[in-house]
């Protein structure tokens, strides 16, 4: 595959812009949506009952397992390439970091601020702090 | 039996989300970029509104502070599987890499969880 032979480092700049296709969400499948919802599920589930038998602190590890993403992993690597993988999962770095980064600011500001503004400013910042984080590194 | 429902609800609405932000990260191009959408906080969003309802701040607060741990962790997964991915099956690459997971997690959550 030429893809394999041209795939760029973690360090490579992407020349490509940052944009919205429907098409390609009109090419999702219903057994991507069904693998993706059980996943999600299943950690929510999991999450959940870890909580009822340690506490929250330790359910909410759970919280950041990566059920998702290996699922998406694996969908993308089958149904187009393995370098296609790789590259999802160099953007997955950068937003696990965010989504440590959701964590703290929801964990600093539970009781201080009403719980939907928590929820709201924490993933606020998820999103800004992702797109940030490519813009800095992989933006040409 | 209220355990139960509460558990159904969470399941219910981390897929929910989950989907959600798989069809807008499917959208994406470049995939890099799209990756970012992998790590988005979809089951966390679910599960802490419902543990905020259910519970309480209290509550929330402390699943937070867990999850710390659990997404640090999730970077280091991404970080490991990007290696694994060359020189195995996908399924298998992905699964092996939830052992680095494991131990990332529970090297943060110690403090965490002491403190």
Not at chain 1, 65 to 81: K, V, Y
Not at chain 2, 16 to 42: C, D, H, Y
Not at chain 2, 62 to 75: E, H, L, P, V
């Amino acid at each position: 595959m030429s893809t394999e032979t041209q795939e760029l480092k973690i360090t490579d700049r992407v020349e490509q812009r940052p944009r919205f296709s429907m098409d390609n969400v009109r090419e999702t499948t219903p057994r991507e949506l069904i693998i993706r919802f059980v996943a999600g599920a299943a950690t929510s589930a999991a999450s959940g009952a870890v909580t009822l038998i340690f506490g929250a602190r330790v359910g909410g590890v759970l919280l950041g397992f990566p059920a998702i993403m290996a699922a998406s992993l694996t969908l993308i690597a089958e149904e187009e390439d393995k370098h296609m993988a790789r590259e999802d999962a160099r953007g997955g770095i950068v937003g696990a970091c965010a989504l440590a980064l959701f964590a703290a600011v929801a964990a600093l500001t539970f009781g201080h601020l009403p719980g939907g503004v928590v929820l709201a400013l924490s993933a606020v910042v998820w999103a800004v702090i992702a797109v940030l984080l490519y813009a800095i590194l992989w933006y040409r | 039996m209220h355990d139960v429902v509460i558990l159904v609800i969470k399941a219910a609405a981390g897929g929910t989300l989950v989907v959600a932000f798989a069809l807008l990260s499917q959208g994406l191009e470049p995939k890099r970029f799209a990756g970012l959408f992998s790590a988005a906080p979809a089951v966390a969003l679910a599960g802490l509104t419902v543990t905020l309802l259910d519970k309480g701040a209290h509550d929330a607060h402390q699943s937070s502070a867990g999850m710390i741990a659990g997404a640090a962790a999730m970077a280091v997964y991404a970080t490991a599987v990007i290696p694994l991915l060359r020189r195995a099956r996908p399924g298998v690459a992905a699964i092996a890499a939830l052992g680095v997971w494991t131990a990332a997690a529970a090297v943060v959550a110690v403090p965490l969880l002491a403190g």
